[in-house]
């Protein structure tokens, strides 16, 4: 058996028997695929781990940054409560609206605000509104802007606060000092701005699974 189909086995596993699609979850994904989206979300079993974190966090409030068809925001989205609220920034108007049905389906349109346009547009914007600080970020879009990603985070999380990036591995392109790939640098840039910001503390996972061997970065943010 090749390697990753050992990984696509046991995430297969662990999806079935730790983090099950329901029907809301199931339509997510069909219809985002349906409308053309790219199949890039992240799997089962890290989008419960989100969910793990902000329920962790006790989290009123979450910052997503790549809101892609809605997956990872309804799982984040599932650990507020009535009152809590999850902003998500999309730069595809197709996306958001996509994303927009996928969360009115899952019934959580009064808690997720989804803003259309380059994040580094709205999060100048969002922060001019004094929004209570995020007690969770999940930065999973376009990875050559991770850096000023993590430097918004910082200015609209309170301490205590965690900041999740995805894609911080690549397939281990991340330690291969040749690739220069944009992405692959914004990869590395933001490890080692966690690893050498005096406000984050933070560490990075390998995964592999049906998306293949990359990996998240988890940062708390300091007082
Ligand atoms: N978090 C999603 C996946 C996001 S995929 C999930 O796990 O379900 C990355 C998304 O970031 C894509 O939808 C892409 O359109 C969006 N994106 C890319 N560049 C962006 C930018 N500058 N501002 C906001 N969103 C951006
Ligand atoms: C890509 C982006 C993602 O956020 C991801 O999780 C996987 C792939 C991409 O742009 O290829
Ligand atoms: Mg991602």
Known sequence: MSESQVWDDVDAYVHEHLAPDDDVLTATLRDSDAAGLPPISVTAAQG???????????ARNILEIGTLGGYSTIWMARALPADGRLVTLEYSALHAEVAGRNIARAGLESLVDVRVGPALESLPRLADENPPPFDLVF??????????????????????????VDNVVRGGKVADPDDTTEGVRGSRAALEMIGSHPRLTGT????????????FALARVLA
Do not use: F, P
């Open 48 to 58: 419960k781990l989100l969910h793990l974190l902000a329920s962790l966090q006790g």
């Open 139 to 164: 930065i999973d879009a376009d990875k050559g802007n991770n850096t000023r990603y993590l430097e918004w985070a910082l200015r609209l999380t309170r301490a205590g606060g965690l900041i999740v």
């Open 204 to 215: 990075a996972i390998q995964t592999v699974g049906a998306k293949g061997y990359d990996g």
